[in-house]
């Protein structure tokens, strides 16, 4: 496997690529290579912090509000800035499943100033369906149950995670791999989210934000696979579909479940689960095989453009993975 997989990272399409292969208990594989900012040419390394995206909606958010909020309470219940609001009918777990009816993405940093101003136009999105009538990925769930959990725990997601987890926003205390030459800042992104709309709102959002190391990651994705984040019952909640729609994607809470834009390669096994990032990032597991896999990179530096090699370079290797623990 190792052979195989070296193979992979020497080929791969991203300027710079961490990855990890691990079981329940120990990490078999765990390598990082490439280039973390090819404005510069330093060589990306173990202790460099990576943008996590959208993987902070499961590592971070996911975890803190199956914590301290009901799954079966619509949103204004938990959060009174959602009253009077149609998404403060949708309950907790609809918004978890991305089935609030919310839109998938709203680019509320060209027309707000502050994190508040996100946060308000966000909640009085008008809904593009009934809550519970159908799944559409969105950034809006998150970002808002992210809002909801630091104002019932009046803890930030900065220090809730911290409590949890290595993870954190940023700034990050060391080396950071670069993401894209961001069109909006004029300027490289290194160190700081990515994503628009968090940094917008200060860098600490539901939906992106978070950093990690390749280790902090691993060790993250590996107490979901151990079923050690939370109690077992919500954990069994977490990784069942509560959501699916015409286009084959299925969701449970925060978890994307086979076969959703084919995350878990053509050999994803019963009851795998998983993520991704935009920046270039995929979490997939499988408890039933008894192993899980990490993918970090940059595959946004220096430009968005083109994530279809991306996308095939990640099947590959969890193919190659696959093959190993048939």
Request: hydrophobic share 45%; aromatic share 8%; net charge negative.
């Amino acid at each position: 496997m190792h052979d195989e997989i070296n193979r992979l990272l020497a080929a791969a399409p991203m300027p710079a690529v961490a990855v990890s292969v691990f079981d329940r208990t120990t990490t078999r594989f765990s390598e990082v290579t490439g280039t973390a900012d090819v404005t510069t040419g330093r060589p990306a390394g173990r202790h460099d912090w990576w943008d996590l995206a959208s993987v902070t909606k499961t590592l971070v958010t996911l975890p803190e509000v199956l914590a301290h909020l009901d799954l079966d309470s619509p949103l204004a219940a938990v959060w009174p800035a959602a009253s009077g609001h149609p998404v403060g009918r949708a309950t907790v777990a609809q918004l978890l499943s991305h089935q609030a009816g919310l839109p998938a993405v709203r680019q509320f940093f060209r027309t707000a100033a502050t994190r508040q101003e996100i946060v308000a136009q966000a909640v009085a999105t008008p809904l593009v369906r009934e809550p519970g009538s159908g799944a559409e990925y969105s950034d809006l769930g998150f970002l808002l149950l992210g809002e909801a959990v630091q104002d019932h725990t009046g803890l930030s997601l900065d220090e809730l995670t911290r409590r949890r987890s290595d993870l954190r926003y940023g700034p990050v205390p060391g080396a950071a791999v670069a993401t894209e030459i961001c069109a909006w800042r004029g300027r490289l992104v290194v160190g700081e989210v990515h994503d628009e709309n968090a940094y917008a709102m200060g860098g600490v959002a539901g939906h992106a934000g978070a950093f990690g190391t390749l280790a902090q990651v691993t060790a993250a994705a590996q107490a979901w696979l151990a079923e050690a984040v939370l109690p077992p019952h919500l954990h069994r909640a977490a990784t069942r579909c509560w959501a699916a729609n015409s286009s084959d994607e299925r969701f449970g809470l925060g978890w994307w479940l086979p076969p959703t834009r084919g995350i878990g390669g053509p050999s994803a096994g019963a009851g795998s689960f998983g993520c991704s990032g935009f920046v270039g990032n995929r979490i997939w597991l499988e408890p039933a095989r008894g192993y899980g896999v990490v993918v970090l990179s940059n595959r946004v530096h220096p430009s968005r453009e083109h994530p279809e090699p991306f996308r095939e370079w990640c099947i590959g290797l969890l193919e190659a993975v696959a093959a190993q623990h048939r």
